[in-house]
């Protein structure tokens, strides 16, 4: 075979192996970048009202600035595949993430939210990896304040009880997780297991997250469950925590009435019960127009034996114009009122103080 023969033949072989290529991998049909940036400008009263600019978190903003891929295939039989990544954004500085030294702090990882693959079909999901928990975006739906990422029922939820194990993030994120979802109708429900992979006890650092809603029209009802272990081979129960709730949202017309009960109980280093936390959220948002106000009270109280000065009232007046569907200039006033010994409430106000947080910004969702 001479030298243009043997070219051509190459050539042939290349196209055929590449197109074979092409036609057994499956390729991700629908691939998007997602996310959100806002930027908040605001000031503290405890802080002698210093000017602060937030773009990734802390008290200013509204929502958390993030950016991920994410993208999904028809296999055919109603049978979807899908997979998300995505990381935290310091839209004010320009940072990649937030920070963080430990594999529990969601800053620590470059996904730090998501990096996970689901399989799904009409009847609901199986997803590994890292997650959002299903316990979260359970209270979420019924939370005065929709968990804003900051002055909202969020970070009561995520600091009621205990301590980090090195799968989850305060609750809000659980990596090496194995989750199920079911949605049959109205009903919606999320089991994930976060397995701890410690050598020689399974149920170290190993964690439950159930979350569970049923939404039919104008009612929405749920209730969830977490139950994370230490992460000592000795006792899982040393650092122990758990922490359950149930909520309710009821729309009537442009108004939406909210709340929810919680509770958190955790064990120290020892295994012995350290912490015993309760809280409540009520509140109500009115549309009109693309306009939005909304009013939230948050109580969270200290029930350890013998504590006095336990208890943190927090009040939240919140005004959003929706320019579009995606962008959002906002305003906000927190007071909070915590005890020398009172729990972080929803404006995490600082202990033994009474003090006003008052911003605005800007948010843009793509």
């Known amino acids: 075979m001479n030298k243009n023969k043997l070219t051509a033949a190459l050539k042939k072989k290349a196209l055929g192996a590449a197109i074979a290529v092409a036609v057994s991998t499956p390729a991700f049909a629908d691939v998007t970048m997602f996310g959100i940036v806002d930027i908040g400008i605001g000031m503290d009263s405890s802080d002698n009202d210093v000017l602060r600019v937030d773009g990734g978190e802390g008290r200013t903003i509204e929502l958390p600035s993030i950016w991920g891929i994410k993208g999904s295939e028809d296999l055919g039989g109603g049978l979807t595949a899908s997979f998300a990544l995505e990381s935290d954004l310091e839209a004010s500085t320009g940072g990649t993430n937030r920070g963080g030294s430990t594999l529990s702090d969601s800053g620590a990882r470059f996904?730090?939210?998501?990096?996970?693959?689901?399989?799904?079909?009409?009847?609901?999901?199986l997803t590994l990896g890292r997650i959002y928990s299903p316990a979260l975006l359970a209270i979420a739906g019924v939370d005065p304040r929709s968990f804003y990422e900051s002055q909202s029922g969020l970070v009561q939820y995520a600091t009621i009880s205990g301590t980090d194990n090195t799968n989850t993030h305060v609750d809000v994120f659980l990596a090496n997780a194995i989750q199920v979802k079911f949605t049959p109708g109205p009903l919606n429900v999320g089991i994930a297991y976060g397995a701890g992979e410690v050598a020689g006890d399974t149920g170290a650092n190993s964690n439950m997250h159930v979350g569970v809603t049923y939404a039919a029209e104008d009612l929405t009802v749920m209730a969830n469950?977490?139950?994370?272990?230490?992460?000592?081979?000795?006792?899982?129960?040393?650092?122990?925590?758990?922490?359950?709730?149930?909520?309710?949202?009821?729309?009537?017309?442009?108004?939406?009435?909210?709340g929810y009960y919680i509770k958190g109980e955790g064990n120290n280093a020892a295994g012995v019960q350290d912490t015993d936390n309760e809280g409540i959220a009520l509140g109500a948002t009115f549309t009109s127009g693309s306009n939005e106000f909304d009013i939230s009270y948050y109580q969270t109280k200290n029930e350890n034996t013998g504590v006095t000065d336990n208890e943190t009232d927090d009040i939240i007046l919140a005004y959003r114009n929706n320019l579009s569907d995606r962008t959002t200039l906002y305003a906000k006033l927190c007071n909070s009122d915590r005890g020398a010994n009172g729990p972080v409430g929803a404006c995490a106000g600082v202990s033994g103080e009474n003090e006003t947080f008052y911003g605005f910004g800007v948010f843009h969702k793509f």
């Open 111 to 125: 996904w730090a939210r998501q990096a996970n693959i689901s399989l799904s079909n009409d009847m609901g999901s």
């Open 225 to 258: 469950y977490i139950k994370n272990k230490g992460n000592s081979a000795v006792n899982d129960s040393f650092n122990e925590n758990e922490k359950s709730a149930v909520g309710a949202k009821y729309t009537m017309g442009d108004i939406k009435l909210a």
